[in-house]
């Protein structure tokens, strides 16, 4: 069975400071994987995507980068966090490029910025 | 481009009524989009319920049941007797395979069914 994981669950952080979140998923190669961010009260955006390992496409700017350094690993960061990127962050795979299925989300990890 | 719409924030029933969630979309660069309804419950993660990808079909999940109009663009989503356990976020979403293959959410309707 395929599971997604994300790490951390929840983080406090100060305006300024630098973050790194993290997405596993085991039992399924070359997935697709996604970042989505929700502000508090806010829409589900989709922020990157990757179809393969080294490759991550942006999907909507908010000085957030992506890396994609193993096939089963997806990592979300930024040097510099703003207020703005408070939210809740959820990873996600799908199986076919350009089915645009079913997505699998992770628990998702809750940011704080203050 | 693309959006989804759900205009109620919070829709509260009583157990075994029937529910009705809104959704109405918009897109300018795909004929025919799929559509999808996810949901999470307390505690889980956001996980698909349903999707329809034809024009004209209904999909079907646990009880729930959505129809893809393109005269209306829409795909509410419907009960015919709700559970307490049904309690959940649902969001409509779009997908966009002429656009990057995003998917499109709505800001999601929270359901509280009374028991």
């Known amino acids: 069975a395929q599971t997604i994981h994300q790490w951390p669950v929840a983080e406090i952080k100060a305006v300024g400071s630098p973050l790194s979140l993290g997405c596993t998923i085991k039992g399924k190669s070359s997935p697709n994987l996604y970042w989505y961010w929700q502000a508090t009260g806010g829409t589900l955006q989709q922020l990157f995507y990757s179809i393969t390992v080294g490759q991550v496409e942006s999907v909507v700017q908010l000085n957030l980068s992506a890396s994609r350094p193993k096939d089963d690993q997806f990592i979300l960061s930024t040097e510099k966090l703003l207020l703005s990127h408070s939210g809740f962050y959820l990873c996600?795979?799908?199986?076919?490029?350009?089915?645009?299925?079913?997505?699998?989300f992770g628990e998702g990890s809750k940011l704080t910025v203050l | 481009g693309d959006s989804v719409t759900q205009t109620e924030g919070q829709v509260t029933v009583s157990e075994s009524k029937s529910l009705i969630i809104n959704c109405t979309y918009s897109t300018t660069s795909i004929a025919y989009p799929n559509l999808f309804w996810y949901v999470r419950y307390p505690g889980e993660g956001l996980q698909l319920l349903l999707k329809v990808i034809t024009a004209g079909q209904k999909g079907s999940s646990r009880g729930f049941e959505a129809t893809y109009n393109k005269e209306t663009t829409s795909f509410h989503l419907q009960k015919a007797s709700v559970q307490e356990s049904d309690s959940a976020v649902y969001y409509c979403a779009l997908g966009d395979r002429g656009n990057n293959n995003r998917i499109f959410f709505g800001d999601g309707t929270q359901l509280v069914v009374k028991p």
């Open positions: 996600a795979w799908s199986l076919v490029w350009g089915d645009t299925g079913q997505l699998y």
